[in-house]
DNA sequence: GATGAATGAGGATTCATTCAT
DNA sequence: CATGAATGAATCCTCATTCAT
């Protein structure tokens, strides 16, 4: 790779790098883009060199901290259906706390705006993780772990709540909701009752 | 009352309903104070005679909204407690829906911004619906319906992200995901066989 | 006097000792009717019925203060010069002191104001104050006091603008500069050196 | 220096050049910011590129103007106390007339507000004015100009207030009272007197 | 690619003042 | 006289985005 690309790679690093900060640190409301580039100490126009609009550095942030979720799921192919999902259930939890509440309250801010959505496919998060969860669900059914009665989409719906609720509970109260602490008694106490009636007998 | 009173007890109501219109229309983001007193005919300042800041009006709205929930809860008493909490989730969710999902995304962005707290209580909306389930189980609990050993703020903490995780997806979605549809399956599927280990032996 | 009247003139003052409280307190900039009428527990229209324009209602606080010092200075007919013109400048002094710094400030603020003039009469002050000197001197003067050659006006050009000028000194440090300290010295050291030619001999 | 700078430092120049030519011409009060940035031909966020605030313009104004009395001082070393005092003061009254009444106005309208103290530098002018004069007193003092026990801080507040009173007595009156006209009396019917009894005899 | 000056739309909020009750 | 709801002008300042260098 050229010098230049690679010191373009690294000004992108910089400046997504400033945002992380500035936004795990505390800004949520009003971080603008003159912030990030002061804090990457690089010039503001930059910004617009690597981002179209200030918008999608959030989604950029979270790109590659959704994508790892997938990857991992990958190696649970051995596992039981509802180790699986228990799995599944805490990388992701595991990845919205990594860059902290205020990451997650910005990243929530944007998905739930429609405006957002012709210009990136983020906001189709929801169908993206349904789908995955969909998928799950249906190959544990062919493999005949989970009965052929199933009703994955609804499950899927139960699931997926859960997961997006835990979220906008954190956001709302950031001291009294640990999502950690909570996924832990996920298994045992929601999701073993879930599933109970459709596991297929063996 | 006097007529000065009722007066202006109606401009006030002039510009709730105002605003609930245009958010419910379309308006999302970029809801002005000048758009709600035009569309309420009345003055712009007329606005800051009713309310504080701009972003009271969306707590406001909701607030007799939250209110209605809890008044039926009271009618509930004769009735089993799978039933009382379904009742309640209805209610939520049917309410939630009354102004339609904008409403809904802009009480979402209000609630989860953390500088909002100390200005209005509805920013503990979350710790009240919590204790709210928490009572409904505990009276549950007291009265033998649940068994001593029901793992309350376990449970407490699954129908509450149910139930927000219901709304985030709702906002996320707008047309995959409806909520009223969602809460009919809610009572089989998923608060069944949560509670199905609780239930005290009759 | 009627009892309205009275009820009137009792309102009119309320609305005077909140506004010189506010000021005395704190407040410079942005004392607002509201604060004023709140504060005075009287409606905020009542406040239009005793003055014409919020302006006013400081000049209306020092109308009283400045005509004491006219009033004060009869009393005076029997002393000399030298003594007459301190006690002029101590009577000034200290009813500019009365108030507090911040009612100076206030009032230097509107009598700079040329915008102010065709309302009210107070900003004519400096033309008052100087004609009130004139006639000290000149009195002192046709009594021989003073020579007939004094440069009476030329004096009180330089007295009336250290009178005024130790006001914004005040203004400007409110704690290097003591205003009551200073008038101690002023007779001394000023006064004395610059009559000193134009004493006539006895 | 690049093209770039010099255009910035231009567009600066033309903002600063427009607020003064307002200020001058007319506008005390209502001085806008869109005024000057119309008036000066750029956009109205051009004006935030350079000043923090609208009232930091004012400070910029009399910055340089401020400055050339100190560096004219320089060039005096070898004159007579008496002299070097009558310049300073011709040369502040000088510079304050400059930009005319209304300038003037606006700075003390600035100057004597506390809140903006924090803020700038310009504040302390009255601390700063005290310095200069103490300082030229005392060096006359330690060069046997001015015999030792002369009153240096009884001197230096009778000349600061008189140098600050005309400067009120200007804005009160715009016309009756001529600074420059006054200046040219000072030094025979005010100075002198003030400081012959600590002439040091030669 | 990087810069940073310039843009200007955009929106919240304040408050003196009026006037019908 | 007292009230206080209604007014709406008045203005500040922010900030995403562009583009010439």
Do not use: H
Not at 3 to 19: F, V
Not at 88 to 102: A, D, K, L, Q, W
Not at 116 to 129: G, I, R, S, V
């Amino acid at each position: 790779m050229s010098t230049r690309k690679l010191n373009a790679l690294n000004t992108r690093k910089k400046i997504l790098n400033a945002a992380v900060e500035l936004i795990s640190a505390n800004k949520f409301e009003n971080l603008t883009v003159d912030d990030i580039t002061r804090s990457a100490n690089v010039a503001k126009g930059t910004f617009y060199t690597y981002f179209k609009r200030k918008e999608d550095v959030v989604f950029e942030i979270c790109r590659p901290l959704f994508a790892k979720i997938e990857q991992r799921m990958q190696n649970m192919t051995d596992k039981g259906i509802l180790e699986r999902l228990c799995f599944y259930f805490e990388s992701f939890i595991e990845e919205v706390e990594r860059y902290g509440v205020n990451m997650c309250r910005t990243w929530v801010k944007e998905v739930i705006d429609p405006e957002n959505a012709p210009k990136n496919f983020d906001t189709q998060k929801l169908e993206y993780d349904m789908t995955m969860l969909r998928n799950i669900l249906t190959t544990a059914v062919e493999n005949n772990e989970l009965k052929q009665d199933t009703p994955v989409e609804i499950l899927v719906n139960i699931i997926i709540s859960q997961l997006y609720g835990m979220m906008i509970c954190w956001c709302m109260s950031d001291t009294k909701f640990e999502p950690k602490e909570w996924t832990k008694t996920f298994g045992e106490y929601q999701l073993k009752p879930l599933l109970a009636p459709y596991l297929a007998d063996i």
